[in-house]
């Protein structure tokens, strides 16, 4: 609905977030709308190493598929939410599936792409291996998986000893519950993963993938390239 209402000109707010971290955030709405120069870092490095045929994966409005057809690259864009896929279809992308990921298996591509933490749509660190394990029936046997998330420990109290203050209710401090609102409609409440490059290598290797660390920010955010090891 947010993204509907931007694109047809009606914006009036931003969506709002409330997590397990701690504090209400907000995700700007033109934030989600954003073009090639104001994308960060880790997602222009990305979108550089994408070839052959992509499949984007929780393509959101858009931004990213509509970047590599402009530069004369076959892409599909994937979202589970109907009213994403419109808004993509309305912008000009020309390929695009309704799906969630874990039921979608139509075809096989060169390249995943996973931007913006899309590997957090595993949801936990137990689906983190099957989620990586669905990823690979969709690659080609040359194909690669770019995805980037970041090391959340930083938002952790330390102790005095140097270590961190992690609350006991999670197997994974990278394990996050979200909600969202926009003009009053809430969502349910769903699972988000912020994985650590190592946890990461651990469960690629796990899963017969091969895994390369690519870039890191200044946030603690990554960029990772995993590919068939086979």
């Given at each position: 609905?947010?993204?509907?209402?931007?694109?047809?000109?009606?914006?009036s707010?931003?969506i709002?977030?409330?997590?397990?971290?701690?504090?209400?955030d907000?995700?700007?709405?033109?934030?989600?709308?954003r073009?090639?120069?104001?994308m960060?870092?880790?997602?222009?490095?990305?979108?550089?190493?994408?070839?052959?045929?992509v499949?984007?994966?929780?393509?959101?409005?858009?931004?990213?598929s509509?970047?590599?057809?402009?530069?004369?690259?076959?892409?599909?864009?994937?979202?589970?939410?109907?009213g994403?896929?419109?808004?993509?279809?309305?912008?000009?992308?020309?390929?695009?599936v309704?799906?969630?990921?874990?039921?979608?298996?139509?075809e096989?591509?060169?390249?995943?792409?996973?931007?913006?933490?899309?590997?957090?749509?595993?949801?936990?660190?137990?689906?983190?291996?099957?989620?990586?394990?669905?990823?690979?029936?969709?690659?080609?046997?040359?194909?690669?998986?770019?995805?980037?998330?970041?090391?959340?420990?930083?938002?952790?109290?330390?102790?005095?000893?140097?270590?961190?203050?992690?609350?006991?209710?999670?197997?994974?401090y990278?394990?996050?519950?979200?909600?969202?609102?926009?003009?009053?409609?809430r969502?349910?409440?769903?699972?988000?993963l912020?994985v650590?490059?190592?946890?990461?290598?651990?469960?690629?290797?796990?899963?017969?993938?091969?895994?390369?660390?690519?870039l890191?920010?200044?946030?603690?955010?990554?960029?990772?390239?995993?590919?068939?090891?086979?």
């Open positions: 609905m947010a993204l509907m209402d931007y694109q047809h000109h009606r914006y707010e931003d709002k977030t409330f997590s397990t971290l701690g504090d209400q907000t995700i700007p709405l033109p934030y989600l709308f073009n090639f120069d104001q960060p870092e880790v997602e222009q490095r990305a979108l550089k190493m994408a070839q052959g045929k499949l984007d994966l929780g393509c959101g409005a858009g931004n990213h509509l970047y590599l057809q402009e530069n004369g690259m076959e892409v599909c864009g994937l979202d589970s939410s109907q994403c896929i419109a808004v993509c279809r309305e912008r000009g992308l020309l390929s695009t309704i799906s969630p990921i874990l039921e979608y298996g139509e096989t591509y060169d390249t995943l792409l996973l931007p913006m933490n899309g590997i957090g749509l595993a949801g936990t660190l137990e689906d983190l291996g099957p989620f990586l394990k669905h990823l690979v029936s969709l690659l080609r046997p040359k194909g690669q998986i770019l995805l980037d998330s970041s090391d959340i420990i930083y938002m952790y109290d330390r102790d005095p000893d140097g270590g961190y203050w992690i609350p006991g209710d999670s197997a994974y990278g394990e996050v519950t979200f909600m969202m609102e926009y003009k009053n409609e969502s349910d409440p769903f699972p988000w912020y650590d490059y190592n946890t990461l290598q651990n469960a690629a290797v796990d899963n017969g993938l091969a895994c390369e660390l690519i890191e920010g200044e946030q603690n955010e990554y960029l990772a390239r995993l590919w068939l090891t086979q």
